[in-house]
């Protein structure tokens, strides 16, 4: 394994599933309230968000970061 992912959380983990869960347990509402990213509060779609977010490094690392504070909940 590499050393690298030792320590990642998130190893393994595709950014769909994370969309797909936070969705589910925010509602895009609240998301886009969390996040400020005008994909989730603008006719929101998981496809047009995942679009946004690999191409934006910044707004990924939010999703993550959200994601790892929902999960440790």
């Not at 690298?4 to 769909?16: D, S, V």
């Not at 969309?19 to 969390?34: I, Q, R, S």
């Amino acid at each position: 394994m590499n050393s690298e992912q030792l320590n990642n959380p998130l190893h393994g983990i595709k950014l769909a599933d994370i969309m797909e869960y936070l969705v589910d347990y925010y509602g895009w509402e609240t998301l886009g309230e969390k996040i400020r990213i005008n994909s989730f509060n603008s006719n929101p779609s998981i496809k047009s968000s995942l679009t946004f977010l690999r191409k934006t490094p910044w707004a990924r690392e939010k999703v993550e970061q959200l994601y790892l504070k929902t999960k440790s909940k």
